[in-house]
């Protein structure tokens, strides 16, 4: 009983100055902030040669009770390989690095070192674009991630190594699909959270300080969409908002965790999950001009053996539907 009304507490405490400060805010300032990345969106080809695979929201961290990555750490891995053997490229939504609760990336590295190493087989062809989310934000100075990225230290050579040496953080990616007239706008969708986006210092110092000691004891943070469905709601209205704004302009994005996959009648909103999801990793396939929800998971069978699955989960769907 004393948890849950310091929980409600501490909840009316964050929600409240969430309020305050939202209530001084200009009646447009997250749609603008919307199209800003629209405007600055690093541009990709699309066609039906092209092979993506979009995840986001891995979070990973230093392998500690707080790290959400590690129980689909052996999913993610097999996924990504079979994706890189398939000769996808890979784009990863934002928040790839748990860098708020984390301090150290030099941990964070070693605790998933074969991920990373999988990811630089994908930069060394060229098939390998980051975005930064809220919990990875550091990384839109060049400066930061070229310190963090371009090198590692191996500890049996004890030596500096090449990692993913010019590798560029991008806030936004636009998709340009060949022989159609508009394309599709990839974020991370936190610049449709003005708390996560504006105040996102002010929210790292939160879970860093307050929230993360707190998971100990079971205890969530209200202010991230993934974990109170009354923020996920908002900032999925909001989105839907600019799309509806701009012309119906197709949207991927991650952020609040939630898979989304309309029908080709509906607005152009997709979402592809996360990798932390229990026992599952989500994301989006595009493929010979089509785009599908996909989930990574286990199955057991009856002999005892288990193993990784990959499952469609809406689609496939011809995506000039939805450039209408």
């Known amino acids: 009983m004393q948890k849950n009304n310091y929980e409600k507490t501490l909840k009316f405490v964050v929600l409240l100055s969430i309020k305050n400060q939202n209530y001084f805010l200009p009646k447009n300032m997250v749609q603008q902030i919307i199209s800003n990345s629209f405007k600055k969106a690093k541009k990709l080809p ?10 986001s929201d891995c979070h990973r961290g230093d392998n500690s009770f707080a790290d959400d990555f ?7 891995y097999h996924a990504l390989r079979n994706y890189f053997e398939k000769g996808y490229t890979y784009i990863e939504l934002g928040d790839g690095v748990e860098l708020w609760e984390n301090r ?5 590295f070693y605790a998933h070192k074969d991920i990373f190493m999988l990811l630089r087989e994908f930069h060394l062809e060229n098939r390998l674009h980051m975005l930064w989310g809220n919990h990875d934000m550091i990384l839109n100075n060049p400066k930061t991630a070229s310190n963090l990225f ?3 230290f191996d500890k049996i050579s004890a030596t500096e190594k090449d990692f993913l040496k010019g590798i560029s953080f991008e806030e936004s990616i636009l998709l340009e699909p060949e022989g159609l007239d508009k394309n599709i706008l990839l ?3 936190h610049q449709a959270d003005f708390f996560n986006y ?3 210092k002010w929210s790292r110092f939160l879970v860093r300080f307050l929230w993360k000691p707190l998971q100990i004891i079971g205890i969530k943070d209200p202010t991230s969409p993934a974990k109170n469905f009354i ?3 908002k900032v999925e209205r909001r989105l839907k908002k600019w799309i509806l704004a701009n012309n119906n302009q197709m949207i991927i994005a991650g952020h609040t965790h939630r898979p989304r996959f309309p029908n080709p009648n509906e607005l152009p909103y997709f979402n592809d999950g996360s990798c932390i999801h229990p026992r599952s990793i989500t994301g989006i396939e595009i493929e010979n001009m089509q785009i599908s929800l996909i989930k990574w998971h286990i199955i057991s069978h009856n002999d005892g053996t288990m193993q990784i699955v990959k499952t469609i989960l ?11």
């Open 46 to 55: 699309l066609n039906k040669q092209s092979k993506y695979i979009l995840f």
């Open 187 to 189: 974020i991370h969708g």
């Open 150 to 152: 371009d090198t590692y």
């Open 104 to 108: 150290n990336f030099n941990e964070i």
């Open 198 to 200: 504006v105040l996102w």
């Open 70 to 76: 590690v129980k689909n750490r052996n999913i993610y």
């Open 231 to 233: 923020e996920l709601i």
């Open 314 to 324: 809406e689609g496939p769907q011809s995506i000039a539907l939805y450039l209408k």
